[in-house]
Each structure stands twice: as C-alpha cells, then as structure tokens.
C-alpha cells in the first residue's frame, strides 16, 4: 500500500498569507495525485488532479506541483474561506488518502 | 444539478449488515465509475470501493474485501454497497462519489454526496 504523508499536520496563517502544504508518498505515483479540501460538516471537494489541473470552478489561487513522491499544494493568498482540511490521494496503486492538513486561522 | 443522495445508514449490532444506496442525478451515471469512501469520526478519509462504469471491474480496500460489495444498477441510477460482517472499525461516515473520468478506470472523485452514517454497535 502506498502511504502518503502530509505536513505539517496542522498551519495556522493569516488571511492573505501564502500557504504551502507537502504530501510526499512512500514510493512513486507518478503525477497520479490529487488535492481535496473539506470543511466541517461537508463534503470534500476536488481542488487539483494529475498533481497541477485545477478542478472545474476551483480559483486560481489554488495550485499544485510535483511529481514521483513529492507534491505541494499551494494557495497564494488566503482568502477567509479557506480555512479547513486539506488532504491529498494518490491514484498510481489503489487509491489511498494522506492523513491531512488542517488550516487554521492565527 | 449533479447530486448524489446517500441513504440506508443506521445502527447495527457487530457482525450485522447493512446495504446503503446512491442515488445519481444530473449526469449520465452508466458513463462514470463510482466510488464509496468513508470517515470515521474526527479521522481521515478512507477508501472503501470503486465499480467501473459498467460494473466490470470492481475494487476493494483490503480493510473491507469479502466482507463489503459494491454494485450499481445503471437504469436506475442507483450505486449500492452490501456490507456484512460489519465491525466497530466499520463506524463512520460513508460517501459516494463519482470518478472524475468518462468510463475509465478509478482516479479522482470529483461530486461526492452529503454522506451516510454507519454506526456499529452493540
């Protein structure tokens, strides 16, 4: 099974701070990853496939890097709604999840 | 709009089953693959299953395999998932999803439902 291990495990930032978020993979998935962001009580929404496509409506503020075990999610400015958890999935041998990243305000 | 409606949740006592049920609407659900995934209290999101668009191929997490079946019946656009043997590791939140790409196999889940809770105990 691949495991994906995101960091930090919690990021606390200002609105209109730049965010960095790392998945990295315990072996290649290619650029077989995706970035999902879920807010208490909702769903996860799919914000970037294919480690860099943005997602259908998703701002172009988000945005999405790497490839083989190292992946970064990027938001460039805060934007209030922004704050919740993000976690990565991974698509190159079954599919499994990272353990996410939660965003908090400061 | 494209939704997804989740039902069949409840209670039951461990070694129990239960089947849960998606209804899709707003696309053409025989052209995607569909996704089950669950989350258990305050933890992660966990893969459960995925069927291809036409029911062909399905696939497990090794967590659920013989005990969980998913199936779907595509003229009624309804996505299932049999689970018997059920545990309190099964308690959480499950969720279907369609698969981002048009008859593919599995990848990303791009509309998720608002979710069913599966709680197992006794």
């Known amino acids: 099974e691949i495991v994906l291990t995101q960091s930090p495990a919690t990021l606390s930032l200002s609105p209109g701070e730049r965010a960095t978020l790392s998945c990295r993979a315990s072996q290649s998935v290619s650029n077989y990853l995706a970035w999902y962001q879920q807010k208490p009580g909702q769903a996860p929404r799919l914000l970037i496939y294919d480690a860099s496509n943005r997602a259908t409506g998703i701002p172009a503020r988000f945005s999405g890097s790497g490839s083989g075990t190292d992946f970064i999610l990027t938001i460039s400015s805060l934007e209030p709604e922004d704050f919740a958890v993000y976690y990565c999935q991974q698509r190159s041998n079954s599919i499994t999840f990272g353990q996410g990243t939660r965003l908090e305000i400061k | 709009q494209v939704q997804l409606v989740e039902s069949g949740g409840g209670v039951v006592q461990p070694g129990g089953s239960l089947r849960l049920s998606c209804a899709a609407s707003g696309f053409t659900f025989s052209s995607y693959g569909m996704h089950w995934v669950r989350q258990a209290p305050g933890k992660a999101l966990e893969w459960v299953a995925f069927?291809?668009?036409?029911?062909?191929?399905?696939y497990y997490a090794d967590s659920v395999k013989g005990r969980f079946t998913i199936s779907r019946d595509n003229s009624n656009n309804t996505l299932y998932m049999q689970m018997n043997s059920l545990t309190a590791e099964d308690t959480a939140l499950y969720y279907c999803a369609k698969d981002l790409i048009t008859s593919g196999t599995d990848s990303y889940m791009d509309v998720w439902g608002k979710g069913t809770t599966v709680t197992v105990s006794s």
């Open positions: 069927i291809r668009y036409d029911g062909s191929n399905k």
